[in-house]
């Protein structure tokens, strides 16, 4: 199937105990990612785009709309989607290793086959050598290539990241936004990725959807027609193609936000 996520009519509502009044966080929601696609979700703080990765990952149960992986309508989390969420949910008494393979010894993926995956995904996110160390020892940059390294070792179908690098350092930040492209590369994993940041979506989005305010509606699509292998931060910041697609996506950003959120 080439449409691996597919995401339609989505609503949702949160009741609100206090009040009585419910909050409307998405607002009839329609997008496909196609394989081995990259979408980028951009919009505002508080529009909703956690929301939706809840949703999509089963997390939070959806009554309007639907979402399917594969083909497969979502009822719950499964091994057909990869969670990477901001705060790396990484196991602190298990070392490198140990965390990147966990999902793997769930599945009860003999040693041999575990360890030789494990290592292929140490490596693929420059993890080596850093094998045996416990999370403690490790930078938050460091810490987020576990969790990422963790998610793609287990080969969901699709991809779900929710501002994974948004609590590391601006210079860490552009490392693993790069490391990101490389990944997606080599893996040619169909990827949905929620960020604030509209230079981050441009940098790595193959499509960015561009959300309103709250209730979060698609807004507008923007495709950033820019090939993988040229995307580093060195050569976009000058080429025109990135910086009109980054400049139009901010546009549209920039009129959901608020006068007294800034
Ligand atoms: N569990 C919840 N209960 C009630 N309201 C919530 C809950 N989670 C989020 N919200 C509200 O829903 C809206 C969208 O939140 P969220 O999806 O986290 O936005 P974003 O990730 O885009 O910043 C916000 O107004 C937020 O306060
Ligand atoms: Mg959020």
Known sequence: ??????VEGLSHHY???????????????SFKVQEGEFAAVVGP??????????ILAGLLPHKVGSVRVDGSEVKGPGPD????????????WRTVSRNIGHGLEIQR??????????????DLVGLTGFEGRYPHELSGGMKQRVALARTLCANPVVMLMDEPFAAVDAQTRITLQEELNRIAIATRKTILFITHNVDEAAFLGDRCFIFTRRPGKLKATVRINLPREARQWKNVVADPTFTRARDEILALVR???????S
Do not use: W
């Open 15 to 29: 009741p609100d105990e206090y009040t009585g009044m419910d909050i409307h966080a998405l607002d009839n929601v």
């Open 45 to 54: 703080s508080g529009c909703g785009k956690s929301t939706l990765l809840n």
């Open 1 to 6: 199937m080439r449409e691996k996520l597919v």
């Open 255 to 261: 009129e959901e936000v608020r006068d007294d959120d």
């Open 81 to 92: 989607r990869g969670v990477v969420f901001q705060e790396h949910a990484i196991l602190p």
């Open 109 to 122: 993926v003999p040693a041999g086959e575990r360890n030789r995956r494990v290592q292929e995904f140490v």
